[in-house]
């Protein structure tokens, strides 16, 4: 009671006084041990907690409990290695599959060695990740973005694209990248039907916002309008809408004009202020992606918004 109100200090007295006690059974004592530990991991005191989960761990009473607060403790600490070990004790020790968090260690592994090492380090560990979890939808944008600064353009296609069967969700992350690369290589048209065939299978606002772009370059802006506005009735979207604005205003005068400017500024000002993510687990949103949320701190449950204010 005392730790969630957040009155640490009170908890630690307690459960070290309970501990103390001579006569205490050791299934209690083990039971205060690790009561103590998760309150010197909400004070912040991580030598102590680690060093009391490690001995609950080896009573072999509480053993996922106390590997499982380990594992949360190295996520601080950017024990990237250290909480590897411990994932996959845990993987040992209940049958849980943790291999979608362990390859996400792996590609804060391959970020540190990319700033610290090696660019083949980073490499080398972020295939580590994809190895591990086939579903690393992170892996493929890492490895995506690291080619293209490369200049290894179709490698970074391939890696981008992975993104589509991983988890359409995430669509929207690699269309701009994707779309660079496609013009570096001076193919465009394959980007042009690339999206085209993604809009068969996942209808994201996303694409009809860059697929109108290349319509109302190579057509015009009409014809663009009503792909958009022909979309919107089957996907109703701000983002959609605002771009529908955008394009009637070019070929609209006078006072529709004034007001399609309006509406313009208005939508804007709504798009400007909404969150772009949110985790699926505890709804915490925001503006940039993160693949731990840092509320509930679960891993792979930040995704784009979708529907009327998303993609």
Known sequence: LFRRRGEVDRAIRIHQNLIARPHLSKANRV????????????????????KLFQEVHESNEFRKDSL????????????????????QKVEQL????????????????????????SSEQAFR?????????????????LLGNW????????????????????????????????????QKL????????????????HARISIVLTLSKFIEQSQDQQTAANFVAEHLHQRPSIYGLRRLITLQKKFSEGQARFNLQLLEDLTSQLIKDKPIYQCTSCGNTGKLLHWQCPGCKHWNTVKPIHGLEGD
Not at 31 to 50: H, N, P, S, T, W
Not at 68 to 87: P, S
Request: charged share 25%.
């Open 31 to 50: 039971q205060a041990l690790l009561a103590l530990g998760q309150d010197y991991l909400k004070a912040g005191v991580f030598d102590r907690a680690e």
């Open 68 to 87: 499982t607060y380990l594992m949360a403790i190295y996520e601080q600490e950017k024990d990237w290695h250290q909480a590897i070990n411990t994932a």
């Open 94 to 117: 209940t049958g849980q599959n943790l291999k979608a968090i362990i390859a996400q260690y792996y590609c804060e592994l391959a970020i540190d060695a990319r700033v610290k090492v």
């Open 125 to 141: 560990l972020v295939k580590r990740a994809m190895s591990i979890d086939k579903n690393c939808v992170r892996a493929s944008i």
């Open 147 to 182: 080619e293209a600064e490369q200049q290894n353009y179709k490698l970074a296609i391939k890696a981008y694209k992975r993104v589509v069967d991983q988890d359409p969700d995430f669509i929207s992350e690699i269309i701009a990248p994707l779309e660079l690369c496609y």
């Open 186 to 201: 001076d193919i465009i048209e394959d980007f042009i039907h690339f999206l085209r065939q993604c809009l068969l299978t």
